[in-house]
């Protein structure tokens, strides 16, 4: 596998159920990001991690749970999700240097999430 | 607050037609500028970014932008389209100053006619 990888490409789920998005990066990077991408509306980010510490919460609900066990593995953990959760959730990772400049995220396919 | 717009949420445009996506940016310090692809059912892949440094920037699949201060603009062109160019286009912004975050357009679907 290369580049940024995401499982599963789609899920369904109802109200109740739990269940996770996992992002995996083999590009040797030491960030990793969730956004949320909806119709209509600019890409969303919801959490960064950096050298496995979670260092941005955009205000994201806590139905959202994120994990990062090391720097090539980022987890979304998702419980008593709503309808308006539906969306597009992008994976991304960059190589940050500390220095003030941006670094190229690189971004995986996304999971189709559809809660009911 | 640093926001970035683009113009047109839809746009088509006949194969062998020029490109032409619009970005402008609002800021009071110029931004590195950057511009996405995203294929249907794929991430987001980077087009080509503006850093300060030339401010004609060419990138992958016979892309190119300009960056103009004095209309705060960082619009897409490309000469000619191809069938493989339909996707969404996502122009972002990003200023260091800015708690170091991307800001993101909505999007430009681009369809390409045969």
């Known amino acids: 596998e290369t580049g940024v990888t995401q499982t599963p490409r789609h899920l369904v789920m109802g109200m109740t159920n739990k269940k996770s998005l996992k992002c995996e990066q083999h590009?040797?990077?030491?960030?990793m990001y969730w956004y949320k991408q909806s119709a209509k509306k600019p890409l969303e980010l919801m959490f960064v991690y950096s050298l496995e510490e979670r260092v941005e919460n955009n205000s994201v609900p806590s139905r959202f749970s994120p994990e990062c066990p090391n720097s090539s593995h980022l987890f979304l953990h998702l419980h008593t999700l709503q309808p308006e959760d539906s969306a597009l959730y992008l994976c991304?990772?960059?190589?940050?240097?500390?220095?003030?400049?941006?670094?190229?995220?690189?971004f995986g396919p996304g999971t189709r999430l559809t809660v009911l | 607050a640093q926001s970035v717009t683009q113009l047109g949420s839809h746009v088509s445009v006949s194969e062998g037609a020029l490109v032409l996506l619009r970005c402008n940016y609002s800021?009071?310090?110029?931004?590195?500028l950057f511009w996405y692809v995203q294929y249907p059912n794929q991430g987001l892949q980077l087009l080509l970014k503006y850093t300060s440094a030339a401010t004609l920037v060419k990138g992958i699949n016979g892309f190119e932008a300009e960056f103009k201060k004095s209309e705060t603009s960082f619009h897409l062109t490309k000469p000619s389209a191809h069938m493989r160019d339909a996707a969404e286009y996502f122009c972002?912004?990003?200023?260091?100053?800015?708690?170091?975050?991307?800001?993101w357009g909505l999007g430009t679907s681009l369809a390409v006619n045969p």
């Open positions: 972002a912004a990003f200023n260091a100053g800015n708690n170091r975050k991307l800001i």
């Open positions: 991304a990772s960059s190589l940050n240097t500390g220095l003030a400049v941006y670094n190229e995220q690189f």
């Open positions: 800021s009071s310090v110029p931004p590195y």
């Open positions: 590009l040797g990077h030491n960030a």
